[in-house]
């Protein structure tokens, strides 16, 4: 489906040089190569810009950025896999970030992009940000949840009803005890 395919055994070790790998090449495509593109159009289309700032987006990057090194490297270890959809996890992942967001990859990556929108004082960057946020919810989101549904069935459906896509849990998600009656 939709090139999902379950990792190959591997160790962390693999799996987390693959994931820092796809970071270098997802960060430098959508949060440097398309920001400076942007940029470059709205100067040559004379698009108003607004006062960047700098403290801020710089800030917030950090930040947004901890959040989506950890969120690979939680994927990595224990989804015994990657984020990327043709070595995706071997495992549902429920703890580390995933424990209070649904997909704490994309809203850090979302986040990233509007700091750098931050830093640049750039309407249109922060428009792609929100584009790219639309397109990932309704056109990734739900593939990538019934490929999730069809390979951890009624364990990833708990926690879907239990965690929110985009707005964090003010306490992290506990998997609830096997039921033990016979």
Same mark, same amino acid.
């Given at each position: 489906?939709?090139?999902?395919?379950?990792?190959?055994?591997?160790?962390?070790?693999?799996?987390?040089?693959?994931?820092?790998?796809?970071?270098?090449v997802f960060w430098g495509f959508f949060l440097f190569l398309m920001p400076w593109?942007?940029?470059?159009?709205?100067?040559?289309?004379?698009?108003?810009?607004? =006062?960047?700032?700098? %403290?801020? @987006? /710089?800030? !917030?990057?950090?930040?947004?950025?901890? &959040?989506?090194?950890?969120?690979?490297?939680?994927?990595?270890?224990?989804?015994?896999?990657t984020p990327l959809p043709m070595r995706c996890a071997r495992v549902l992942v429920?703890?580390?970030?995933?424990?209070?967001?649904?997909?704490?990859?994309?809203?850090?990556?979302?986040?990233?992009?509007?700091?750098?929108?931050?830093?640049?004082?750039?309407?249109?960057?922060? =428009?792609?940000?929100? %584009?790219? @946020? /639309?397109? !990932?919810?309704?056109?990734?989101?739900? &593939?990538?949840?019934?490929?999730?549904?069809?390979?951890?069935?009624?364990?990833?459906?708990?926690?879907?009803?239990?965690?929110?896509?985009?707005?964090?849990?003010?306490?992290?998600?506990?998997?609830?005890?096997?039921?033990?009656?016979?």
């Open positions: 489906m939709f090139g999902f395919q379950e990792a190959k055994p591997a160790g962390a070790a693999r799996n987390i040089l693959l994931t820092e790998l796809q970071t270098v593109l942007i940029t470059l159009l709205e100067a040559r289309f004379g698009v108003p810009s607004f =006062a960047p700032q700098r %403290v801020a @987006g /710089v800030v !917030w990057f950090a930040a947004a950025s901890a &959040v989506g090194l950890v969120t690979g490297i939680t994927m990595a270890v224990i989804g015994r896999g429920v703890r580390g970030p995933y424990a209070y967001v649904r997909n704490p990859m994309a809203l850090s990556g979302l986040s990233q992009g509007a700091a750098v929108g931050l830093w640049l004082g750039s309407r249109l960057t922060l =428009a792609y940000v929100v %584009v790219g @946020g /639309v397109l !990932w919810h309704v056109g990734v989101r739900p &593939v990538e949840e019934r490929d999730m549904e069809q390979r951890f069935g009624a364990p990833f459906l708990r926690y879907r009803r239990a965690v929110r896509c985009w707005i964090p849990r003010l306490t992290a998600y506990r998997v609830p005890p096997p039921n033990t009656r016979g």
